[in-house]
């Protein structure tokens, strides 16, 4: 573990089976305990401690889920090279104290996991039996996710058709149904009261209580603020595949959004204008611009015009690392 480390006084349990969390969440109901829940796909920094905080204060008992889930992947994107460390993870969980402190993991080994043998390697899901000769696995419209491509024969998706068509929906297709899918079977297994989300995925959290909404789900779905490194940068577990150089570079997304942020507040409220500032600002620093848009806190439709509360949404490129981030306006 990190060198001057303390040992951490208090585990958290750790549960692999689907039984056996339900099994936990019931018995601590019968209790008479609340439940908050903090997904995440592990490789944990303070953003996803700071979560643990804030689901604390909402509840008695917090479990934070770990699954890189590959239901949200496509068969090109990067989950082979998802960062992984869930021995460090659940260090530094036994290792918050008082009030961030976590009754339970739930670290499933796969939740599609009909008919899988189990993990190769990092990232690496093997599939036995499950694809007939001259089967391709991929649905009719050809677009695919990591789950679909091995075959696992899960055919039920979860979409919020029109919150994910936009920003991060355009270029990751199965993303968003993947994300609530398998939010749908963490919360189908883990049955919360209360379930956080970071803000720095601002989307995914819009679509996550969309679809708690529509579907009634007796969950309360908490936003909580993007916490940010010393310089700015918002914290992600993808930073750390930022090269110095990169890394550096990357903070032209979190200054143009705050300079973006003091235009609109003091008078520059022509989104196109905006708009164009902040993709010469990071482009002018060597990054790939996937999308700048300016949006409806709620809708998530694009505005012209910063007359109500907005949120700008960026994702873009440094080296081979992608992004997000934003920040909300309230005029």
Same mark, same amino acid.
């Given at each position: 573990?990190?060198?001057? $480390?303390? =040992?951490?006084?208090?585990?958290?349990?750790? /549960?692999?089976?689907?039984?056996?969390?339900?099994?936990?969440?019931?018995?601590?109901?019968?209790? +008479?305990?609340?439940?908050?829940? !903090?997904?995440?796909?592990?490789?944990?920094?303070?953003?996803?401690?700071?979560? @643990?905080?804030?689901?604390?204060?909402?509840?008695? !008992?917090?479990?934070?889920?770990?699954?890189?889930?590959?239901?949200?992947?496509?068969?090109?994107?990067?989950?082979?090279?998802?960062?992984?460390?869930?021995?460090?993870?659940?260090?530094?969980? +036994?290792?918050? $104290? +008082? #009030?961030?402190? *976590?009754?339970? @993991?739930?670290?499933?080994?796969?939740?599609?996991?009909?008919?899988?043998?189990?993990?190769?390697?990092? %990232?690496?899901?093997?599939?036995?039996?499950?694809?007939?000769? +001259?089967?391709?696995?991929?649905?009719?419209?050809?677009?695919?996710?990591?789950? &679909?491509?091995?075959?696992?024969?899960?055919?039920?998706?979860?979409?919020? &058709?029109?919150?994910?068509?936009?920003? #991060?929906?355009?270029?990751?297709?199965?993303?968003?149904?993947?994300?609530?899918?398998?939010?749908?079977?963490?919360?189908?297994?883990?049955?919360?009261? *209360?379930?956080?989300?970071?803000?720095?995925?601002?989307?995914?959290?819009?679509?996550?209580?969309?679809?708690?909404?529509?579907?009634?789900? %007796?969950?309360?779905? @908490?936003?909580?603020?993007?916490?940010?490194?010393?310089?700015?940068?918002?914290?992600?577990?993808?930073?750390?595949?930022?090269?110095?150089?990169?890394?550096?570079?990357?903070?032209?997304?979190?200054?143009?959004?705050?300079?973006?942020?003091?235009?609109?507040?003091?008078?520059?409220?022509? #989104?196109?204008?905006?708009?164009?500032?902040? =993709?010469?600002?990071?482009?002018?620093?060597?990054?790939?611009?996937?999308?700048?848009?300016?949006?409806?806190?709620?809708?998530?439709?694009?505005?012209?015009? @910063?007359?109500?509360? *907005?949120?700008?949404?960026?994702?873009?490129?440094?080296?081979?690392?992608?992004? /997000?981030?934003?920040?909300?306006?309230?005029?």
């Amino acid at each position: 573990m990190e060198g001057g $480390s303390a =040992v951490p006084k208090e585990l958290p349990a750790i /549960i692999t089976n689907k039984d056996e969390m339900r099994k936990w969440s019931r018995a601590m109901r019968c209790r +008479g305990n609340t439940i908050a829940l !903090v997904p995440t796909m592990g490789y944990l920094h303070q953003g996803h401690l700071s979560l @643990v905080e804030k689901a604390r204060s909402l509840a008695d !008992v917090v479990v934070v889920s770990i699954y890189v889930n590959p239901g949200q992947f496509s068969p090109s994107e990067d989950l082979s090279t998802y960062p992984s460390d869930f021995d460090g993870d659940i260090w530094k969980l +036994g290792s918050v $104290s +008082g #009030c961030r402190r *976590v009754d339970a @993991v739930f670290h499933p080994h796969n939740l599609y996991d009909y008919g899988i043998i189990g993990r190769k390697g990092k %990232g690496d899901i093997e599939f036995e039996g499950l694809r007939e000769e +001259g089967e391709t696995g991929l649905p009719a419209s050809g677009v695919s996710s990591c789950v &679909e491509e091995m075959g696992a024969g899960h055919e039920t998706w979860v979409k919020v &058709e029109r919150l994910e068509r936009g920003l #991060c929906g355009k270029s990751r297709p199965v993303f968003f149904r993947g994300v609530a899918t398998v939010v749908t079977k963490l919360f189908n297994i883990v049955d919360p009261d *209360v379930a956080v989300f970071g803000k720095k995925d601002y989307q995914q959290w819009r679509i996550i209580q969309r679809m708690v909404r529509d579907l009634d789900f %007796g969950i309360r779905i @908490v936003g909580s603020d993007i916490l940010r490194e010393e310089d700015g940068l918002a914290m992600s577990s993808r930073n750390v595949r930022l090269s110095p150089e990169d890394r550096e570079k990357a903070l032209s997304i979190s200054k143009s959004l705050f300079q973006a942020k003091s235009l609109a507040e003091t008078g520059q409220t022509n #989104c196109g204008e905006l708009r164009d500032s902040l =993709v010469q600002a990071i482009t002018g620093a060597g990054g790939k611009v996937d999308y700048v848009e300016i949006v409806d806190q709620q809708s998530l439709e694009t505005v012209g015009e @910063v007359n109500s509360p *907005v949120v700008i949404c960026i994702a873009a490129w440094f080296g081979n690392v992608r992004l /997000i981030d934003n920040i909300e306006i309230s005029v």
